[in-house]
């Protein structure tokens, strides 16, 4: 399997994960041109894509869907809630019948040789979800958009050779800097975005031998730089009660603007 981060960002986001046989792509929140240059690097034609796996409606995630599934008639998959979500958004325009295709959470699909695993997550939209993609014995998982974390999420990451984890924000650059007080709470609260430190948390929760590779995504651009996110994330290992020090870590920030190395597992 490969996975590789086209961009990843407060101001769009599009996950590539495929395997030898089958393409697939972790929402379209950037511009169709931008999801075709990514796509070139990872040398994969948009006509070869098997489906657009879209966590949750927020323009973010959803801003380039209706040009590029219209332009290449990809399938499109969603839970319920957020398909009536992206069908209220006015960037979609008019959509194709079929396209849409509604899935359950913790109910697994296969879209061609890689099985998929939707799972509920914690975050302000109609009904989000992450996902986590298994073949041939190999798992990934994108994981952000998590106000927070409990049993749930941490059994669903387990066991993982690669994951892309939220570290969007932190936490006194946020409280210190000129966000409204509102959004400030929003994003500190239970259904906004992981911090650093919980995203070290999380991680510390979900390591073992062969989680070899580990993006850190989502972070905010006004709240947080990528060597903060990832030396914050890298001492919350290294003090946690585990085995695993930061510096070990195969791991590093996916930047909101240009494609990422490529994770083959």
Not at 91 to 100: Q, R, V
Request: aromatic content about 6%; proline content about 3%; overall charge negative.
């Amino acid at each position: 399997m490969r996975m590789c981060s086209i961009a990843s960002g407060s101001s769009g986001n599009c996950i590539y994960v495929g395997s030898d046989d089958t393409h697939l792509l972790v929402d379209t929140g950037i511009s169709k041109k931008r999801i075709e240059e990514g796509l070139k690097e990872l040398d994969v034609k948009g006509e070869e894509l098997d489906g657009i796996l879209v966590t949750h409606e927020h323009s973010d995630h959803i801003q380039g869907l209706g040009v590029f599934s219209r332009k290449y008639a990809i399938p499109i998959y969603a839970t319920p809630g957020t398909i009536r979500g992206i069908e209220r958004s006015s960037s979609l325009g008019k959509m194709p019948e079929g396209l849409l295709h509604p899935i359950e959470t913790d109910k697994m699909f296969q879209l061609g040789d890689i099985d998929i695993h939707p799972f509920q997550i914690s975050h302000d939209a109609n009904e989000p979800c992450g996902y986590r993609m298994e073949n041939a014995g190999k798992a990934v998982a994108v994981a952000t958009d998590l106000g927070t974390y409990d049993d749930y999420i941490v059994k669903k990451l387990k066991n993982l050779d690669a994951v892309l984890l939220e570290a969007n924000h932190d936490i006194h650059m946020l409280e210190v800097g000129g966000y409204p007080y509102p959004l400030k709470r929003r994003i500190l609260g239970d259904k906004g975005h992981l911090s650093n430190e919980l995203s070290g948390q999380l991680l510390c929760d979900i390591l073992h031998d062969n989680l070899k590779h580990i993006m850190l995504g989502h972070l905010s651009k006004e709240n947080n730089y990528a060597r903060l996110a990832y030396e914050t994330v890298k001492l919350e290992v290294t003090l946690a009660d585990n085995a695993y020090k930061g510096e070990d870590l195969d791991m590093w920030v996916a930047k909101r603007d240009s494609v990422s190395d490529i994770i083959e597992v």
